[in-house]
């Protein structure tokens, strides 16, 4: 009973936080923007805290749903849906393409190939000037209607954004609560192991590269229509560094840690960059201290800190070993 | 289009091949024995060319003086790092020790900017080194060939210390097996520092040697660092000679790419890096305990 | 009777109170951090001289509001609509960096509003949209400066270098119209990447085509390097530079030995000799320190002609400017005249030719240009047409 009320509580709590949101924020659309980020960061938290593999490059698949999305809304179909369907769609592809050269490769390996096949795509969204605008960016996305929502206004977009993020964290939690997502755990913990077991590590590697891919274009798409524009650097390494940053410090592993990482990254940089010039010295200096310090991201810490001071719970008291001892 | 155009452009290839054979010279030896991938070693290069113009602009004139002290002071950056951060990472998967590299860039270079300001510093090339040189065929400047010629001697050293000194032996012991060589009684955790050291080193001598060639800017790390992480992908992790031929052909790939092929130079790199991958995924010389 | 008396000075009070003015509110982005920063910095110099010196609008001060845009352009979309929307700013001024004036330019078409781009070079804001003025210099304007006065004067065989981004494709594409219409030869064209450090190869290209001009359609870092290897293989002894843009900041920066002897097109410098200029260039010295830029002088000139728009319309409403802007004509020390044309909304005002002085020639502190040419509005802007137009 009291459990039940602890989690309507919560859940109220956070409702009210999500629906006030854009009043709170100095603008409407920093909330839209940290709700993008949101997602794009709870995307890339399946394949880091879920399966354990560090990508260098989601910008890539970030920068492909920008661009694709904008493309599509200015010179083919003024239609969102179908311009962030053809987006996903062609980021699943370069995804499946990307995993496919890289994914054999052991961790470390792995995170220097994203790297520099994220430098390879910003190159060509450089060049290819025709398509991308090069580095003067993709100008004029509009904000067609989502059926019968006008967003032009800021408010609009930011509870469709909202609508778009909750049923993100829902497949989000699905897909790491379901037989896939054990398996994820499961190689994460041990390749080896699952591997002798009989999953085909590889392809399930891939599955999980290619849905944060999908993850990560569904925020670009979103992000091009929220700034009417999309900039060269959503393709940059910078980018592909700040989801990482957002996170780690947000806590990888536990999905609720790297969207409000990816929600206060957003929010202080925006904040902090009007005041000080020099917020990467700080942003740095904070990631140092956290990868030394509070590996499991601030935000699991302080909520572990939390449930301490409020919601302890009584353990009932369990003596003896939870396993017959083997013998030697 | 003559021969003495290719051949100057042969020649600016193997002065930026250079830089890339001691940077990834450097990244490979850190990564060999400690298995730290170092993102932070574009930042040590930069450093060294930072630490360069203030010996050469600031205290003395002298260029000769700041190539030998300004890799000591980043190799000597390079084993605080070790000791004081990055050693605590040992036990932990190996990723956060990158994650710990990649913040330490971040902060290292925004603290850059902070101290010089983020206008780029000017750095003359030497008065001595000035000039060109006739090789017969074509003038090439003295400086460049300086250039090629102190990386020559710095990998023949590098390679002999590894090969024929004592530490050099425990070095490539502690490549193989750290374990076993502490299980031998050896303190692994100074030679730790030691490598890390080097490869700070190495990295320092390449910016020292750059800062006439390639403008001195805060961000002249970071975008040298994904170049010398695709030499060490191609030449193989851990392996010394990937790492020099690596670092040659991926110099003169970048040179002739953006002289003759423009459009694509840049991508070019990265799709030859692709082909490897494809066709040899360990890199030319690497080894397979890395990738398996 | 009091009370009556009481009562009416209330209501007086109260209705004074209402109509009380609101300031009419100048935004401002620009570099304000990096290495461009002493450019966007000296913008906003200008822009606060400018509210100062414009005085009472509407019957109260205008205040300024700067964003720093750290020359980004994704930044800049930002800081435009947090001017909009949180500041309610009714005007953006300045913003440097292209492909950050045309979202800011887009932005302020979605919110309706005036945005007067100073500091972009891009020929695609002249009549991208209604709210939209495009003040100071372009692209094509510098292009057909170079092209027209070099051609008659310095030679027929032209090399460009172009570094390889937006901002240098359009210079060329403008370049090689306005030879074509010299009847000069382009003998050869160079594509660098950003951020180049080592321009030798194709100083060597460049000198072996035998050119009579050497043309940098580079800015900042890119063009001292590009000076520096010309000067280093001895090109700059047989060969003129020119360059597309080039400022006192730079020339600072690597010394005046490399650059002198350059020539380079600008709508004006604090050396020219139109009225009012060497007294704005001395109180903007005394003021901060050194002479102003270009973009300094134009940001305080738009500034000033919104403002005296806000003031002939009598009302801040955009549309009510927007009609008072259009084929106005405005005289200051930085245009004289210059004409805002109601077909683009691109303000024409004449070019001049500067060369950069030689080491010893300097009279006093930054003096590093002369004037050696100058093109009227007809010549170095673009006739109306070429680029979109509103109607």
């Known amino acids: 009973m009291k459990r039940n009320l602890r989690c309507c509580l919560l859940f109220c709590c956070i409702a009210a936080f999500l629906i006030t949101l854009p009043f709170i924020t100095p603008t409407r659309s920093l909330a839209t923007e940290m709700l993008i980020f949101a997602i794009f960061a709870l995307g890339f938290d399946v394949l880091i805290g879920y399966t354990g593999l560090l990508s260098f490059g989601h910008a890539i698949f970030f920068g492909i749903g920008a661009y694709t999305t904008g493309i599509v809304l200015v010179r083919l179909v003024p239609s969102l849906f179908v311009a962030l369907i053809v987006a996903t769609a062609l980021s699943l592809l370069a995804s499946y393409v990307v995993a496919f050269l890289s994914i054999r490769k052991k961790g470390i390996y792995f995170v220097m190939i994203t790297l520099a096949f994220c430098q390879m795509f910003y190159f060509i969204g450089f060049k290819w000037t025709d398509l991308t605008g090069g580095d003067s960016g993709f100008h004029g996305v509009p904000r067609t209607s989502f059926g019968p929502v006008d967003l032009n206004s800021e408010t609009a977009l930011y509870f469709f954004v909202l609508a778009v993020f909750l049923l993100s964290v829902l497949l989000a939690f699905r897909i790491v609560n379901s037989p896939f997502g054990r398996v994820l755990k499961a190689l994460k913990e041990n390749e080896d192991r699952a591997k002798s077991i009989g999953y085909n590590t590889t392809a399930f590697k891939t599955i999980a590269f290619m849905i944060s891919a999908f993850f990560a274009s569904l925020a670009g798409g979103l992000y091009a229509v929220h700034s009417n524009f999309v900039p060269i650097d959503t393709l940059s390494i910078e980018t592909s560094g700040d989801v990482v940053i957002m996170a780690l410090l947000g806590g990888i592993g536990t999905l609720y840690g790297p969207v409000l990482g990816a929600m206060t990254v957003v929010f202080l940089k925006n904040f902090l960059s009007s005041w000080v010039g020099n917020w990467n010295l700080i942003l740095g200096g904070i990631f140092v201290v956290s990868v030394l310090t509070v590996r499991q991201g601030i935000f699991p810490v302080i909520f572990g800190k939390i449930k301490e001071k409020i919601w302890v719970r009584k353990q009932p008291q369990r003596t003896g070993p939870e396993y017959p001892k083997r013998p030697l | ?292 | 009777m009091r009370n009556l008396f009481f009562a009416v000075a209330v209501l007086v009070l109260i209705a004074a109170a209402a109509s009380a003015a609101e300031p009419v509110k100048v935004g401002f982005i620009s570099v304000l951090s990096g290495p461009l920063a002493p450019i966007g910095q000296s913008e906003l110099n200008a822009t606060r001289m400018a509210v100062e010196d414009a005085g009472a609008v509407l019957g109260a001060k205008p205040e300024v509001y700067p964003k720093d845009h750290q020359y980004n352009p994704g930044l800049a979309n930002e800081r435009a609509k947090e001017l909009f929307e949180k500041d309610k700013a009714d005007f953006i001024v300045g913003c440097s960096n292209s492909a950050a004036a045309l979202a800011v330019s887009d932005q302020a078409a979605r919110h309706q509003r005036i945005f007067m781009s100073t500091s972009a070079g891009t020929t695609d804001l002249i009549g991208k949209n209604r709210y939209t003025f495009k003040l100071n210099y372009n692209d094509y304007m510098l292009a057909a400066t170079l092209g027209a006065w070099g051609a008659k004067n310095l030679g027929k065989r032209w090399y460009t270098i172009t570094t390889d981004y937006a901002w240098g494709h359009d210079l060329l594409k403008h370049f090689t119209g306005a030879l074509k219409a010299e009847g000069g030869q382009h003998v050869g064209n160079d594509m660098v990447p950003v951020n180049t450090s080592d321009y030798s190869p194709y100083i060597l290209k460049a000198a072996q085509a035998k050119p009579d001009v050497l043309v940098l359609l580079n800015v900042g870092k890119d063009a001292a390097n590009s000076t520096k290897a010309a000067a280093e293989y001895g090109l700059k002894k047989s060969v003129k530079i020119m360059h597309a843009l080039l400022f006192e900041l730079d020339i600072k920066g690597t010394g005046l030995d490399t650059f002198a002897g350059d020539y380079t097109a600008a709508p004006w410098n604090w050396v020219v000799n139109q009225p009012g200029t060497k007294e704005w260039a001395d109180r903007y010295y005394k003021s901060y320190g050194d002479r102003p830029t270009f973009m300094a002088a134009a940001a305080y000139s738009a500034t000033r002609q919104y403002l005296e728009a806000v003031k002939r319309a009598g009302s801040k409403d955009t549309d009510k400017v927007i009609k008072a802007l259009e084929g106005s004509t405005y005289r200051d020390f930085f245009v004289n005249p210059g004409y805002i044309r109601p077909e683009d909304h691109l303000e024409v005002a004449k070019a001049y030719l500067l060369r950069v002085k030689q080491p010893g020639q300097l009279k006093e502190k930054e003096d590093y240009f002369e004037v050696v040419g100058e093109l009227p509005a007809e010549k170095a802007q673009p006739p109306v047409g070429i680029f979109k137009t509103l109607k």
């Open chain 2, 1 to 292: 289009m003559g021969l003495q155009f290719i051949g100057v452009q042969l020649f600016n290839g193997l002065m930026l091949g250079s830089f890339y054979v001691l940077l990834s010279l450097g990244l490979s030896i850190i990564f060999g024995m400690l298995g730290v991938v170092n993102f932070a070693h574009g930042t040590l290069y930069m450093l060294g060319a930072y630490a360069a113009y203030t010996i050469c602009y600031v205290f003395s004139q002298n260029f000769w003086l700041a190539l030998a002290i300004a890799p000591l002071a980043v190799g000597a950056i390079g084993m605080i790092v070790e000791s004081t951060l990055v050693r605590r990472l040992y036990s932990v998967p190996h990723f956060y020790n990158l994650l710990l590299t990649f913040g330490l860039m971040l902060f290292l270079e925004e603290g850059i900017r902070v101290v010089f300001t983020p206008i780029g510093k000017p750095f003359g090339t030497p008065p001595s080194l000035a000039g060109s040189v006739d090789l017969g065929f074509m003038f090439f400047p003295k400086y460049r060939l300086f250039i090629i010629l102190v990386t020559a001697i710095c990998t023949l050293a590098i390679w002999l210390f590894l090969a024929r000194t004592k530490i050099g032996s425990i070095i490539r012991a502690g490549t193989d097996d750290s374990e076993m060589v502490s299980a031998l009684g050896i303190d692994i955790s100074k030679i730790f520092t030691l490598v890390f050291g080097i490869g700070a080193g190495l990295a320092g001598l390449a910016g020292v040697l750059a800062a006439p060639v390639q403008n001195v800017t805060p961000e002249m790390g970071s975008s040298i660092l994904t170049e010398t992480f695709v030499v060490v992908i191609i030449g193989g992790m851990g392996s010394i000679l990937g790492s020099i031929i690596g670092g040659l052909i991926i110099g003169e790939l970048i040179t002739l790419g953006v002289v003759f092929w423009p459009p694509v130079a840049n991508t070019l790199v990265f799709v030859f890096m692709a082909a490897i991958l494809l066709v040899r995924p360990r890199g030319f010389f690497g080894r397979a305990k890395f990738f398996e």
